[in-house]
């Protein structure tokens, strides 16, 4: 084992292999404040790469309901709870230690799936990471108990509580996930065979189909459940990040060859999606770029948060939290940051504001942004969530969004603009 470090954890952790890290990583904002539920980042994923024999149930997008929702079922309320076995009532986080950009949510103090296998003895000899291989049971229904509500405190009697912020009695929201082409893959670790291997120009994690001999102990280490596999070929697969367009090899799309967004991405209906690359310096620290939309987003304003940071795969995909599910319920999901980052975006400031525009804005990759300063245009009072009432200044600001070329490929007020067509030539325009 190896010590790298892991700023989400705050800590140094063990990894079986050297510390090592791309140039370029692959990462993503998803706002959970607005994903509808529809699936159509879902379907446009199966529609391009998990269309054929053998890859019926494989989901690389899916959207599941939480709390009770999850694909393959209970994923991650199993993996907490072997983690907890493992280290019981130790499985916290020192926010206190909390201390800039190394440590920005403070120190996690208890053991990721590396630190709780390190007694774990298989049937092959040593397991690199705590995980468990799911039925074929819990791989059946890729949407059980979708939008199904509850509450800490649903009890008879209590339906149609409290709707109000910040906190809804009976809840639910819709969580959508991909493969985190995680700094430290916990598929990547558990492979025998050498067959799994991140991307140096781009982060991505990708499965060598040649190497792979369908042991399947990729689908065991990821935390996530993000490998799957393939009866048909005996191989596991997983999702490869549409490289073809992060390599800006689209030519439909990109004639001059930058990098695209993938499909989940660009399709999203709901706007909720905000994919991109952040520049990775040797030692693995993010090149401090706040013009970057994810720089600012994740590291600057940390308002979105990684998916389980406990897991200790450093996850490359960051949420900004739902504002209305239960802290501690949001706590365990995204680790300290989440009163923070929900604080802001209940009431953003005017460059955060202005940044939000850009999610699915259009479908280039963007390397920068700049805000282009437009008149006051109202004032709202807005509760947040700890009861104080601030005063939301609204300026109808123009967010401009640059590609890798250095090309302006999206341009967006805060205002959304709005034309009215003449009578006289539409009479009937449906
Ligand atoms: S999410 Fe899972 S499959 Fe994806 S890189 Fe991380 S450990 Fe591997
Ligand atoms: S397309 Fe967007 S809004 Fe619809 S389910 Fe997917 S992430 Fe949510």
Redesign the pocket.
């Known amino acids: 084992m190896s010590k790298v470090y892991n700023w989400q954890l705050g800590r140094e952790m063990l990894y079986p292999y050297e510390e090592k890290h791309p140039q370029w990583q692959f990462a993503f904002v ?1 706002n959970t404040n ?9 379907m ?1 994923c199966k529609s391009t790469w998990t269309f054929s024999r053998g890859q019926e149930y494989m989901w690389w ?1 899916n ?1 599941e309901s939480k709390p009770y929702g999850g694909y393959p079922q209970n994923w991650d309320a199993k993996l907490l709870a072997m983690l907890e076995a493992e280290n019981p009532r130790a499985q916290i986080w020192n926010s206190a230690k909390a201390d800039g950009d190394g440590k920005p949510y403070g120190v996690f103090e208890g053991k990721t799936i590396f630190e709780a296998a390190e007694k774990r003895v298989g049937p092959e000899g040593f397991q690199g990471a705590l995980g468990y291989l799911p039925t074929d049971a819990e791989w059946r229904h890729p949407n059980i108990h979708e939008d199904t509500a509850t509450g800490g405190t649903w009890r008879e009697g209590q339906f149609g509580g409290s709707t109000q912020l910040p906190e809804h009695r009976v809840w639910f929201f ?1 969580l ?1 996930r991909i493969c985190n082409h995680c700094t430290y893959p916990g598929c990547l670790e558990s492979c025998p065979r050498q067959a799994i291997y991140k991307r140096p120009e781009d982060g991505i994690v990708l499965i060598d189909q040649e190497r792979c001999r369908g042991y399947r102990k990729c689908v065991e280490g990821c935390p996530y459940k993000k490998a799957m596999y393939r009866g048909t070929t005996r191989t596991s697969e997983k999702c490869v990040g549409c490289f073809p367009r992060i390599e800006g090899k689209d030519d439909t799309l990109s004639h001059e060859g930058a990098p695209l967004e993938t499909r ?1 991405m660009s ?7 905000l994919q991109g690359l952040v520049q990775i310096g040797t030692d693995g620290t993010w090149t401090h770029d706040p013009a970057n939309p994810l720089y600012f987003l994740i590291r600057e304003r940390k308002v979105a948060l990684p998916l389980y940071p406990q897991f200790g795969t450093e996850p490359n995909g960051y949420y900004i939290p739902p504002r209305w599910a239960p802290r501690g319920y949001l706590l365990q999901m995204f680790g300290p940051g989440v009163e923070h980052a929900i604080e802001q975006y209940s009431c953003p400031d005017r460059q955060l504001l202005a940044v939000l525009q850009l999610f699915r804005a259009q479908r280039h990759i963007l390397f920068r942004y700049e805000i282009k300063e437009g008149p006051k245009i109202a004032e709202i009072p807005v509760t947040l969530p700890s009861g104080k009432v601030k005063v939301q200044e609204l300026f109808n600001d123009t967010v401009l969004g640059f590609n890798k070329l250095g090309k302006e490929v999206v341009r967006i007020t805060i205002e959304e603009p709005t034309f009215e067509r003449s009578k006289e030539q539409h009479v009937n325009s449906i």
């Open positions: 998803f607005r994903c509808i539920g529809c699936q159509t980042c879902t446009a997008n959207v819709h959508a989940c399709a999203c209906v709901g706007k909720i999606r």
